[in-house]
């Protein structure tokens, strides 16, 4: 959206072909706006009016949006121990407990996020300097539950981790955009 001289609001896609007055948006009921600007159709329909809601409270958008993302944290463990469960075969465990292991590590990471949180909020440092010491632990952490609960030799270790690694960045990655884009639609 770009927003011009005279308090109106213009884009380019097939939506915004056309100008909105700014106060229309703000202060007019949504159905009376889509009626008014002749906006047809379920897709075009659902995407202004979640622009709409967006533009007349965005904090309240980005709060939502945090709030499912503990979904995407969820589905991705449940990928990722189905990963644990290619990667350990050999191991002969079950599933679930692939599944434990991974809402222990998680668990012991937001539990340390937290302490970080609060160093910063009782010493007044930056919470940046704190936040990379607590991703230090928790990838050593990662790393060392999975040696030793699994284990293997360090270098085979090594290895499995960096691919756990990687495939966790690629699953949480889908999965926060997937769920996302259905948080936008459904706000």
């Known amino acids: 959206l770009s927003f011009s001289d005279d308090d109106g609001v213009s884009g380019t896609g097939d939506l915004f072909r056309q100008k909105y007055h700014m106060d229309d948006i703000i202060n007019m009921p949504e159905s009376d706006f889509l009626t008014h600007y002749g906006i047809e159709g379920f897709w075009k329909r659902t995407v202004a009016r979640q622009a709409i809601r967006l533009y007349r409270n965005p904090k309240a958008v980005y709060t939502y949006f945090l709030g499912n993302l503990v979904w995407a944290v969820v589905f ?63 990838f050593l952490y990662f790393f060392f539950s999975i040696y030793r609960y699994y284990q293997q030799g360090i270098f ?28 936008l639609l459904v706000f």
């Open 76 to 138: 991705s463990l449940l990928f990722l121990s189905f990963i644990f469960k290619l990667l350990y075969r050999r191991s002969k465990r079950f599933f679930v407990e692939h599944l434990i292991l991974l809402m222990h590590i998680h668990s012991f990471i937001f539990i340390m996020v937290g302490v970080a949180l609060l160093i910063e909020i009782l010493s007044g440092y930056a919470i940046g300097e704190w936040l990379w010491v607590t991703a230090g632990i928790a």
């Open 156 to 183: 085979k270790s090594i290895f499995k981790y960096l691919l756990i690694l990687f495939a966790y960045v690629f699953i949480i990655s889908i999965f926060a955009v997937f769920i996302l884009l259905i948080s």
